[in-house]
């Protein structure tokens, strides 16, 4: 008798008039979505769109002040997750949730139906699923020992194991790179021929046109388009979000500066993340340097041990050429987006709150302490300047989307209107506009290139080679711990790139 749930063809998820509120803020008016079997179903639009909050709706997870929702045109209004899960549809968040001490057996075992009681079924359970679903995914260590694309594959082997017929995945690419994308995916793909309908929340609209058969746009709050991506390209799907974009700004002519940062033959390690074996880079005064890699090569712990985070087990990093450690790099005026935005932000502190929270330990005394409405101003006039919505320094930080959440971090590591803060001398940053719209992607990228231009020295790690060809000066690749390709960035060919990044170095590539 088989173990895996059977994956029913023909089942149609309609929602229709959907709205939701919070407070002043209208999220959703009126908005229609229908997910078919045996296809991807995209959501795009700008953060604050409303993208999150419908998904979450059609989840269980939030309340719809309205909605008339049908699964085959029975009625379908869930009070709670784990009555949508119940009913085969189940999302997979942006921050996966992973258990990273449980495997994902023992995970399939914490959210898993009263029906899976024991280890063995639930593994027996997860490996059909990862067969049928044509993924690869070691089901029995540690989830915390697995690289970003298996997680992600292995919370949707989960999603699949429990039930689900109707999955929703939340920017399930935001922290993968080209060749783990393509993998993803071929897997979906796989789903879709199973009868699986998917819901997938994107900002990267090449996506768009890449996989999905049906969109829908979202633009504050409202569906301005519903229906197949056939003829639709990603500039059009743009213009729908958010009209004609500005040109990005010319840069102004830099000239290098000093080396601030270094790393000087570091060997460290690190648990999902590919040991560093004598690393040395360079980061100067008025230059942008571009770190491109296939998830798991190194880059994550890289920017760790230049954020004085993890410390080298050989080498040093070097600021102004004496050795420091992360309070000292803190102190340097050292800003830090991490991959994973949880890592930097408090989620239950308010956005105020979360804009202040280094102010102490960085140095920073105000001679007269403002008042609350000052402070209050103050942050809430730099949350307009990173256009973080809503820009109320009051609500917490778990209350904004994720891509809020991000640009209320790049707020306050890269902002200069709060107390204490200033151009950093080093910019350290990890796919610094993932989960974000263009529009804001593009302020941030002219934000970082105004950093250099103001002689600040910027180092860039990104999934997305076409962020880092925009705003680098040179571009290195790394390769199983190792940097295997420094070059300027008009040597930077795609071809180049994608060579370096399946491991072929510079020497190889030109003989």
Known sequence: MSTTPFIETGRVLTARSVSKSFGAVRALDDVEIVVRPGRVHAIVGENGAGKSTLAKILAGIEQPDHAVMSIDSEPYTPSDRATARALGI???????????????????LLVAPERIARRAHARAMLAETLSLAGVDVNIDVPTSSLGQAHRQLGEIVVALAEGARTLILDEPTASLGPIEVGGLF????????????????THRLDEVSDVADDVTVLSHGVDVHNGPTQDLDARRIAQLMVGDLPAPAQRAPRELGEVVLEAVEVTAAAARDSPLTDVSIELRAGEITGIAGVAGSGQNLLMDVLAGFVSPATGQVLLDGRPAGAVDLLRGHVAWIPEERSESLVPNLSAGENLDVYRHTAGFRAPTPPSRAEQRRRHEAAMREFDVRPADATLAATGLSGGNQQKLLVARELGTGLPGSGTPRVVLAYGPTQGLDLRAAQAIRERLITCAEQGAAVLVASHDLEEILEVADRVLVMFAGRIVTDLPVGDATTDRLGSAMAGITTEEQNS
């Open 186 to 201: 071929a897997h979906l793909r796989a789903l879709c021929e199973l009868g699986t309908g998917i819901v997938l929340i």
């Open 90 to 108: 189940n999302m997979v968040p942006q921050q996966l949730s992973l258990v990273g001490e449980l495997s994902l057996a023992e995970n399939l």
